[in-house]
């Protein structure tokens, strides 16, 4: 996935904002809170970085082209980046940032949740 389609995607997500920062990485953001970075180290290939489940931060903690995340994981938190995986992988990161999305936005309290229009179902 290249740097441009990684942030159409981070677009397509409700009620998302974006800023570039930490050495020019692109941060999406739900509520104010973090949920995918993509950059973050100078690197050839691009590399991805969002927040997982417990299971899935020990699963793809394994897999190749995934590692735990540089300071974040380090840190105690459940976050993962891809940083060599093929394109054919692309179906599989949108799952994962959608899942980074869903994670995050439950983690807002439950008033911002309600202002924002996120899981009201």
């Known amino acids: 996935m290249t740097y441009e389609a990684f942030n159409d995607f981070c677009r397509s997500l409700p009620v998302t904002s974006y800023v570039i920062q930490w050495g020019d990485s692109h941060v999406w953001k739900v509520g104010g809170k973090v949920f995918?970075?993509?950059g973050w180290e100078n690197a050839e290939k691009p590399a991805f970085t969002?927040?997982?489940s417990e299971s899935d931060f020990l699963f793809l903690s394994d897999e190749p082209g995934y590692r735990p995340a540089p300071y974040l994981a380090s840190r105690?938190?459940?976050w993962i980046q891809q940083f060599d995986a093929p394109d054919t992988e692309d179906d599989e990161l949108i799952y994962y940032l959608k899942e980074s999305h869903r994670i995050?936005?439950?983690g807002l309290t439950k008033k911002k949740?309600?202002?924002l229009?996120?899981?009201q179902n």
């Open 36 to 38: 995918a970075i993509g």
């Open 50 to 52: 969002f927040k997982t």
């Open 76 to 78: 105690g938190m459940m």
């Open 104 to 106: 995050v936005s439950l």
């Open 113 to 115: 949740q309600k202002e």
């Open 117 to 119: 229009g996120l899981n």
